[in-house]
Nanobody
């Protein structure tokens, strides 16, 4: 079964850090670009970060220098290290494999709340 399962979300104070993980199964992980998106209440889902099969990365301007995406082909996981968190980073974070099948695949999301 093709599956993406996010974990690691939670409540953190401004300036704090969280590490999100996305466990994958059912497809050849090493052959696919992986992405993180987020969706805040009342807003559209937005791109956060991308890692290609060679390890190259791209970030949204809003998280550049604060977030780091990485992948582990042995464990078949993709992670998002989030530092210097801000209240505006509050959102549900989703893992995505855009190239799989016709429409790609998504995880169920994990909630990140940045608040004092």
């Amino acid at each position: 079964q093709v599956q993406l399962v996010e974990s690691g979300g939670g409540l953190v104070q401004p300036g704090g850090s969280l590490r999100l993980s996305c466990a994958t199964s059912g497809f050849t992980f090493s052959a696919y670009v992986m992405k993180w998106y987020r969706q805040a209440p009342g807003k559209q889902r937005e791109f956060v970060a991308l890692i290609n099969i060679g390890g190259g990365t791209t970030y949204a301007d809003s998280v550049q220098g604060r977030f780091t995406i990485s992948r582990d082909s042995t464990l078949k996981t993709v992670s998002l290290q989030m530092n210097s968190l801000k209240p505006e980073d509050t959102a549900v974070y989703y893992c995505n494999a855009p190239g799989y099948g016709k429409n790609g695949i998504w995880g169920q999301g994990t909630q990140v709340t940045v608040s004092s």
